[in-house]
């Protein structure tokens, strides 16, 4: 039988990182060079036939970058499982403002157990940048760690790279966490997808049974 | 950047925390007068926990421009300017009632994310120019409706969420408004050109002279004088042309006040 899960996936960072541009070539495999500002949020859905068993349905929450500032984030942020926060590689103060954003983060949201949820570092832009992060790599790896990261990728909405990678490894973790819940809680109240199938056949066992006795 | 800049009338704000203060309190406003024209509409709105602001920012923020189709956005821009803020609601009215006003619509969206979807993907018949600006003609929602809410929903956000940030001054409900508060001074009035033309030597005037009378006799006949005359105008005898600077000066009054307005709107607060 098939598991489907629902999972709301936020996408946050600065002014024109980029969050747009990854959210389209992930989802409808354009880029396009026009910039034009996200005003509050916008919505795309992701399809993923995880494996023969799972379809991961990603609501991927685009969040204007100037959103930062204020209180509207809790409302955007509100259930979220997990989420992509992008920095530009060719300008320092977006990455300089990926702590606020993380923070802000962490402040407004967390999962059922209280943990911040999962997130992963998008180091965008990287066809622009001469030699790339390489020799950043300790450094970030640390960064992340310190920070509580998942996961750092290096990207390019334009050449489509590491996209779809950065957003598997996000979907990982918060699959494992899903897992992690539900062998934690009592098996008698697991609501699995395609519960209803399920109570149908226990009512109808329940039924043949009855009629035997 | 935005339209919306010129629109500081409305929303008045100093910071981009207190521009999202005004359009969260709009989006209050908004969905509170929801309940009176589509009482479904608000019923599954709130069921389904979908703040406001998930809907209308772009709508408000951008006066619609990134919604309607352009004809529309025309007529409805027209009527704001002139009718004020009160079409910008009544518009979003419009919207909501028309996607989300009955049950049968409402079976296809059961969800959060299902309706904000649709509320992204408005049908095109309903803002189709004619159709839209007849509704929102008709729809019974008045200023005094706007002003009523707007004091009930700033009561409420002070008892839940505390003091506001900006303290907006009182809106302006349309052009007649804003000319009845603020009448144009004469410092108002007079102009700032940033491209000066030299007046071109005398010389060639005093070759004109003999023409001169012959224009001026002329004068009632001809066509209304170029308001925005060249130095070589032949119409405009160049010693007569520091009175006739000085009736221009009134004449473009209209002109110069948009002018101000774009300028003073370059501040882009919402980005």
């Known amino acids: 039988m098939q598991k489907e899960h629902l999972f709301k996936v936020l996408v946050i960072g600065d002014l024109g990182v980029g969050k747009t541009s990854i959210i389209k070539r992930y989802v409808h495999q354009i880029f396009s060079q026009h910039y034009r500002a996200t005003i509050g949020v916008d919505f795309a859905l992701k399809v993923l036939h995880w494996d023969s068993q799972t379809v991961v349905r990603l609501q991927l929450w685009d969040i204007a970058g100037q959103e930062r500032y204020g209180n509207m984030t809790r409302v955007y942020y509100r259930e979220a499982v997990g989420a992509l926060i992008v920095f530009d590689v060719t300008r320092a103060s977006t990455f300089d403002a990926v702590l606020k954003w993380k923070d802000d983060l962490d402040l407004k949201v967390t999962l059922s157990n209280g943990k911040p949820v999962p997130a992963v570092l998008l180091a965008n832009k990287s066809d622009q940048s001469r030699e790339g992060l390489r020799s950043q790599i300790p450094k970030l790896d640390t960064f992340c760690k310190e920070n509580g990261f998942v996961g750092w990728f290096e990207t390019s909405a334009k050449d489509n790279t590491n996209i779809e990678a950065a957003a598997k490894c996000l979907v990982e973790h918060i699959l494992a966490y899903e897992e992690n819940i539900t062998n934690n809680t009592d098996p008698d109240v697991v609501a699995l997808p395609g519960y209803n199938n399920n109570t149908k056949e226990r009512v109808r066992t329940r039924c043949v049974t009855c009629s035997k006795f | ?271």
Not at chain 2, 15 to 20: A, G, I
Not at chain 2, 58 to 68: I, K, Q, V
Request: glycine share 4%; with cysteine.
């Open chain 2, 1 to 271: 950047m935005y339209p919306l800049r010129y629109m500081s009338s409305f929303f008045v704000s100093s910071s981009s925390v207190s521009s999202q203060e005004a359009i969260q309190l709009d989006g209050e406003i908004l969905f509170a007068l929801l309940k009176r024209v589509s009482p479904v509409a608000h019923r599954h709105l709130k069921k389904h926990k979908i703040d406001p602001i998930l809907y209308m920012t772009e709508w408000f923020m951008c006066a619609f421009s990134r919604t309607l189709p352009w004809a529309s956005v025309l007529r409805v821009w027209d009527m704001f300017f002139c009718e004020g803020v009160k079409i910008i609601f009544r518009v979003g009215l419009v919207l909501l009632k028309c996607m989300l006003g009955s049950q049968e619509k409402l079976k296809v969206c059961q969800g959060q994310y299902e309706t904000m979807e649709l509320l992204r993907s408005i049908e095109p018949r309903y803002m189709q120019e004619a159709f839209l600006v007849q509704e929102i003609i008709e729809l019974a929602i008045s200023e005094r409706d706007i002003e009523k809410e707007h004091l009930s929903q700033l009561r409420r956000w002070k008892e839940t969420r505390g003091e506001l940030n900006c303290k907006s001054p009182p809106r302006m409900h349309g052009a007649k408004a804003i000319m009845a508060a603020e009448p144009p001074s004469r410092q108002d009035l007079k102009q700032h050109p940033t491209i000066i033309v030299e007046v071109p030597p005398t010389t060639e005037s005093k070759g004109k002279k003999p023409k001169k009378t012959k224009t001026e006799k002329k004068k009632d006949t001809s066509p209304p004088l170029n308001p925005y005359p060249l130095p070589n105008d032949p119409t405009l005898p160049s010693d007569n042309l520091s009175p006739s600077e000085s009736e221009h000066l009134q004449k473009d009054t209209p002109l110069q006040g948009s002018n101000q307005s774009l300028s003073s709107a370059e501040q882009d607060t919402y980005l």
